[in-house]
């Protein structure tokens, strides 16, 4: 059996212009993950997404393991949540504006999750015209697990930064779930949250743990999902 160890990014930019960045908080959230990681795995190889908080993600864990080198890979890229919100809510083309509204709310983390939810729902339903429909975004990220599961020798250990709609549907075969509940292991993902899966010479995966994120409450750091 071989190990991958995925890992959300830590905590984006919620509320600002450029949400692909980590905040100051999510450069301590992957840091931290690092320090864990570092105490139970040995990573053979490494992969990251083409996002910035992604790659940066990967810049504070690689700090406990100084020799590793990471391959880029697309495929676990996260969806983009800002084309699907913005098929349905227009106004969200105008990124600045659209900040602006969001954090004169009264809760504006409760109210993006509220308009998010909307969203998605319908664009699993493949209700509207997007970048990129549900169906090809499983394509990706299924041809993303079969590439690392190929890049990682037999008994070895996979290091996989990702977000949370990839790695929650990495799972969906291993456990027997619907896409809706896909997403509702999406929705409780928190930043920087370790999740360990183990696949067979047969490619089969099987879940060790989901959504680890106790390297945070040891460390006295903030747990954060937005």
């Given amino acids: 059996m071989a190990d991958i160890y995925f890992v959300r990014h830590g905590q984006a930019s ?119 429909s549900f169906d090809q975004f499983k394509q990706r990220v299924t041809q993303s697990l079969r590439d690392i599961q190929q890049q990682t020798p037999a008994g070895g250990c996979a290091l996989a930064v990702s977000s949370a709609g990839p790695i929650a549907l990495c799972l969906q075969d291993a456990l027997g779930i619907s896409i809706e509940q896909v997403f509702a292991l999406n929705e409780v993902m928190a930043n920087s949250a370790i999740t360990r899966v183990m696949f067979n010479q047969s490619g089969k995966i099987s879940l060790s743990f989901y959504n680890n994120y106790q390297h945070l409450v040891y460390a006295d750091s903030q747990v954060t999902y937005r």
Avoid: M
């Fill in 14 to 132: 919620f509320g600002k212009v450029n949400y692909d960045a980590l905040s100051e908080l999510g450069h301590d959230q992957a840091r931290i993950a690092g320090e864990y990681l570092a105490k139970v795995c040995e990573p053979d190889v490494a992969f990251h997404g083409s996002l910035v908080r992604q790659q940066q993600t990967f810049s504070e864990i690689g700090k406990s393991f100084p020799d590793l080198r990471a391959t880029e890979n697309r495929g676990l890229n996260e969806f983009n949540h800002e084309n699907v919100l913005a098929v349905h809510y227009p106004e969200f083309l105008d990124r600045e504006a659209f900040a602006a509204h969001i954090v004169k709310q009264d809760d504006p983390k409760k109210y993006f999750h509220r308009l998010y939810q909307r969203s998605v729902k319908q664009w699993l339903a493949n209700e509207g015209d997007y970048e990129e």
